[in-house]
């Protein structure tokens, strides 16, 4: 049964993976690697799943962890995460997804639009993810007690410049929107973000017909005591039987088996626009 599971993600990975020609970037990591989005016609429907996407040439890491795909038409950029890894499920909707954008070429950080969501304990516990001994479940059910919020999806909006701060809600009412699904151990993560800003209290990105910006986004940056865990010497963190225990779920045995699950992503690009015009893919 495992072994079916598996091939289900890869299948599912896969298959994004030869829509298009794509662009291997650093597992940890990357600072500044051209890609192009590519023109739809159409404004896309932001649901998570990935029936827009086909033909569209994603951005894949090293490693195979992840994909990101870009489109855009003339009034929205459109962002595709996908991936398979539990711990980020958990790490977005606890500590957020946090995405840059600027158009002045520059990689500023001074606003940042950052998404808490996805999956639920609940969901994930359904569709058989987590069990209700894993380490992750029961984290993740001390933060949802603690934290009533997390059982919400929404984005905060960050100005440092002019020291704002404001919550912005995920149907696209101000702005950006996002949504999320689950297929076969996959999961996706898709943003669709304005380029103009309608009013003071919503978001654009402001790059008008910008023919290039330049797109940061940040996620799972292990805390200390994750870090603290992975530091210990393995024969103390790591028993025998640790990921027999929890059906080999335990993130401490996926982090020695796999350090780069564990790593804090961040990747910085360089992203070509098109306006009125095929891209290409």
Known sequence: ?????????????????????????????????????????????VDGATDDWSGVAPVISEQDLYSISLSNDGERLNILLVFTNIEWVHAIRADGLTFYFDATAKKSKDVSLCYRGGPTLDMLRNMGAVRRSDSLDIKQLELEARYPELQRDGFTLVDQKNDMERALPVDGSRGPAAAFDIQGGVFTYEFSIPFQQVDKFSYGIGSGFSPEIIIGMKWAEPSKEDLDLMKRDPEQRLPDDIGQRSGGRDPMARAAANPALFQKQEIWLTVALPFGQSSGN
């Not at 495992?2 to 794509?22: E, S």
């Not at 051209?34 to 896309?44: A, E, G, L, R, T």
């Open 1 to 45: 049964m495992m072994r079916k599971k598996t091939n289900l993600r890869r299948t599912a990975l896969w298959t994004i993976r030869v829509l298009a020609v794509v662009v291997l970037i650093g597992a940890a990591g990357c600072k500044g690697a051209k890609v192009q989005s590519h023109w739809i016609d159409q404004p896309v429907t």
